[in-house]
């Protein structure tokens, strides 16, 4: 079978007949925090930024989220993780594992939306980088204004995930 995305209107109406499964990516870069007071430098402390995307569209368009999609009909869930990867980052991913799974009943006014949350790696290019130079490698998919990392998390995160973040170890 391969998968296909429903037409707009048909994806929109079958929220109302059952949940929607969403694989979403948490991709982590390593960062060096050093914590300071009155000049003397006292630690350095290990931390992890996280890859955030800024919507375009509704729901939540200009706010921030986990990079996913929704589960195509006969589509694995492993092929999905790596196309949300290709299709909304222009990336590979490796060492892929599920995270958690979230139940969201109220945080996508679309409806009930089942996240499955994959921790991941971004897979290095030819010359061992995850991605050259402090630009994104790629174009953002359409209906992503912005692709970043964050030390500390946004204001603005769009549907259920800030609390997501939260359970998952990032203030």
């Given at each position: 079978m391969n998968p296909k995305k429903l037409p707009f209107q048909t994806f929109l109406r079958s929220f109302k007949y059952?949940?929607?499964v969403a694989v979403n990516l948490l991709i982590e870069q390593d960062i060096e925090v050093?914590?300071?007071?009155?000049?003397?430098k006292f630690?350095?402390?290990n931390s992890k930024a996280v890859l955030l995307t800024k919507r375009k569209r509704l729901p939540f368009a200009g706010y921030w989220h986990l990079?996913?999609?929704?589960?195509?009909?006969?589509?694995a869930l492993m092929n999905c993780v790596k196309r949300v990867a290709k299709e909304e980052l222009?990336?590979?991913?490796?060492?892929?594992?599920?995270?958690?799974?979230?139940?969201?009943l109220t945080g996508d006014p679309r409806g009930h939306v089942v996240d499955l949350v994959?921790?991941?790696?971004?897979?290095p290019d030819q010359k061992g980088q995850a991605f050259p130079g402090k630009a994104?490698?790629?174009k953002p998919a359409d209906d992503t204004a912005?692709?970043?990392?964050?030390?500390?998390?946004?204001?603005?995160?769009?549907?259920?995930?800030?609390?997501?973040?939260?359970?998952?170890?990032?203030?």
């Open positions: 059952a949940p929607r050093s914590q300071t007071s009155a000049n003397v630690a350095k402390l990079p996913g999609s929704f589960v195509l009909k006969g589509e222009g990336i590979k991913v490796e060492n892929v594992k599920l995270a958690e799974a979230f139940d969201d994959y921790r991941c790696t971004i897979k994104w490698p790629s912005e692709i970043k990392f964050f030390k500390k998390l946004p204001q603005n995160i769009g549907f259920n995930h800030l609390d997501t973040l939260y359970t998952l170890g990032h203030r």
